[in-house]
């Protein structure tokens, strides 16, 4: 088979299952604590407003973005981004993912070492989520062992 090795099988596997069962954790999670409303009633984004305020983060905005789960805190321009199902909605894991990414921006504020190296790798990584399958699809094509390397 074309670029076949049981070696690969034998260390991405179990790689891969271990990536699935995280990422059903975190959606089943997720999906069972977002039908449950919090006690206070608030949106996820009045949840991020008031620690916001409370924590004493002046500088820090809140900001609704596109996408499911998609929520960061970007401490190049100090603002935290919710995804819609999260900025609007009254339920404990919205109020629980706002506190999250309050905590990074409170991690920000205290000049956490691991923020300001997750900060700096950020920009490298998006680039190699983007371009990699591409190259690694092309190189298997065009059978180039290299390039496909490359994209892995």
Known sequence: MFFYNTSYLI??????IIMGLAQWY???SYSKWSRIPNKNGLTGAEVA?????RGGLSGVTVEQVQGNLS?????RGKVLRLSAGV?????????????????HAMQDR???FPLRLR???VPAVNIGS?????????????????LAWLGV
């Open 49 to 53: 407003k008031r620690l916001v305020e």
């Open 87 to 103: 900025a609007q909605s009254a339920s404990v894991a919205a109020a629980a993912i706002a506190a999250h990414e309050l905590g």
């Open 71 to 75: 929520d960061h805190y970007d401490p």
């Open 11 to 16: 260390f991405m596997l179990p790689a891969f």
């Open 110 to 112: 205290e000049d956490y």
């Open 130 to 146: 983007f371009a990699g399958w591409i190259l690694l699809m092309l190189g298997i094509f065009l059978q180039m062992t290299g």
């Open 119 to 121: 900060a700096a790798l």
């Open 26 to 28: 975190v959606s089943s």
